[in-house]
């Protein structure tokens, strides 16, 4: 039986199996770098760290905001605060946005996809 394989994208709901040495495993795969978990699902993300985050890095997450109520950011090995104009656009989409290391995004998005909750990740890979 042949694996479907998928360039940077892979579909439906999946929970998180590990974090860590660059990037996530899930889904019986292995990716290097960022990821961005949507309803959709989960798609490579080329943000490699929590200083260049803006509004055009979540234009794929926002295309999905009325299916998401929380979005966890992953901000990397330490936590990082979010750009107020980048707070402001989650405010008007009415998303709740919560910024924390990668390690406590992935742990908190399992348990929350784990209650059924409608729940969106964004993870900068970390080492």
Known sequence: MSEARYEGFVPGRHLLDAVGNGGF????????????ILPSGIYAWPVQSAQVLNIISFDALFAEANEIDLVLIGTGKNPAPLDERLRWRFRELRLGVDPMTTTAAARTYNVLMNEGRRVAAALIAID
């Open 25 to 36: 495993r899930f889904a019986d795969m292995s990716h290097r770098g960022s990821i961005l």
